[in-house]
């Protein structure tokens, strides 16, 4: 990581919870030189990632949570689905993560039936806070899943064996063939 000093510092990409202060905020700042961006590149199919920032505050919630709050900005450069072209992207979002003790989270019955919390934001706390794998994380969410060009329409796309007509997507609609059935039997009760 590199840092330019009129910015401040740098943060470890891994905070031990045992170490932060809880008298105030612990700043947060990721800032990945290129060689890391080129491994995050790698790591989630993008062709490159010309900037990113991770940016923000880890504050004291109570005595036993934290809660991070930090801006995400990255530029990245994906392939076009459909041309291949590169793409790129502007991603400006916020990061909110709250870190409580398991025995503060609501833990389901052994061999029940569990869905999924209303805030996904709220995470097990341990001894750690990867505020690394949390960049990532909401990078890799806010990455466009299928980057197209702008303009660029999907093309349909045909698969048949050779010297049969392959079927298109309007054919295989259930209703399609219903309504040139009806047509037909219109136009056959019109010419009497």
């Known amino acids: 990581m590199t840092t330019d000093p009129s910015e401040g510092r740098l943060t470890a990409t891994r905070l031990r919870v045992a170490s932060l202060r809880h008298t105030g905020s612990t700043p947060v700042r990721l800032e990945p030189g290129p060689k890391d961006r080129a491994r995050y590149a790698t790591e989630l199919g993008a062709e490159a990632l010309r900037k990113l920032r991770f940016d923000g505050k880890l504050s004291p919630m109570g005595k036993t949570g934290w809660r991070l709050e930090a801006k ?105 063939g219903l309504a040139a059935l009806r047509e037909k039997m219109q136009d056959d009760g019109n010419e009497g």
């Open 72 to 176: 995400l900005g990255a530029t990245a450069v994906q392939a076009c689905i459909v041309t291949l072209e590169p793409v790129t992207t502007r991603i400006d979002t916020t990061v909110v993560r709250e870190f409580l003790p398991p025995e503060r989270l609501d833990s389901p019955e052994a061999g029940s039936e569990t869905e999924m919390p209303d805030d996904e934001t709220i995470e097990v706390l341990g001894d750690e806070i990867d505020v690394e794998g949390i960049m990532l994380e909401a990078l890799s969410l806010a990455l466009p899943t299928y980057p197209r060009k702008a303009g660029v329409e999907m093309g349909e796309a045909q698969f048949a064996a050779d010297g049969v007509a392959p079927i298109t997507d309007e054919e295989t609609k259930p209703f399609a």
